[in-house]
């Protein structure tokens, strides 16, 4: 449950970096809000385009339930190598000082890029990535981890600011 001061309604255009919109109908989907080359992207968190994103800054079409400044948690039990795995759409990156999402650009061939959601964390003392953590994925209205063959809560909305 939100209380009234947790969310507000608008189009994805009103949404900041770091808000999780949710749907209103059956036929809308979840969207994270991050950036890419610092113009507003909304990654699609479920149905059939899940990990796939578009610049959102000027759209004013698609709406919904907008949780700002969501929080995200990292389950630190499903890192794994990014070097030694090739990383799938969904896949939650910490590299250099930014929290990233792979995604794809919709309508495109590519295998990914990644979606800032966060920026100026503090500079680890490597610039390869430091951590990476499983496919996040919707579930009962929770954004989860899925990593290989098993599940674990990696990141979640917290509506509490």
């Known amino acids: ?18 808000s999780l919109i949710l749907p ?11 950036s890419i080359d610092g113009a507003a992207a909304a990654v699609i968190l479920s149905g059939r385009f899940a ?13 919904g339930l907008i949780v700002p400044d969501v929080r995200v948690e990292i389950d630190e039990t499903t890192l794994f190598d990014p070097d030694q795995n090739d990383i799938p759409l969904g896949t939650v990156i910490r590299t250099d000082t930014r929290l990233v999402i792979q995604a ?17 964390l503090p500079r680890p003392k490597s610039s390869k990535p430091v951590f990476v953590v499983g496919k996040l994925s919707l579930e009962n209205g929770r954004l989860n981890e899925s990593s290989g063959d098993h599940q674990a809560i990696a990141a979640l909305p917290q509506c509490h600011k």
């Open 51 to 63: 990990f796939h994103f578009f610049e959102s800054a000027n759209n004013h079409d698609w709406r």
């Open 1 to 18: 449950m939100l209380s009234p001061d947790e969310f507000t309604v608008g189009t994805f255009a009103n949404a900041a970096p770091l």
């Open 104 to 120: 794809k650009r919709e309508n495109s061939f590519s295998r990914g890029v990644p979606i800032t959601l966060r920026d100026e």
């Open 24 to 34: 209103r109908s059956s036929y809308e989907e979840t969207a994270l809000i991050g």
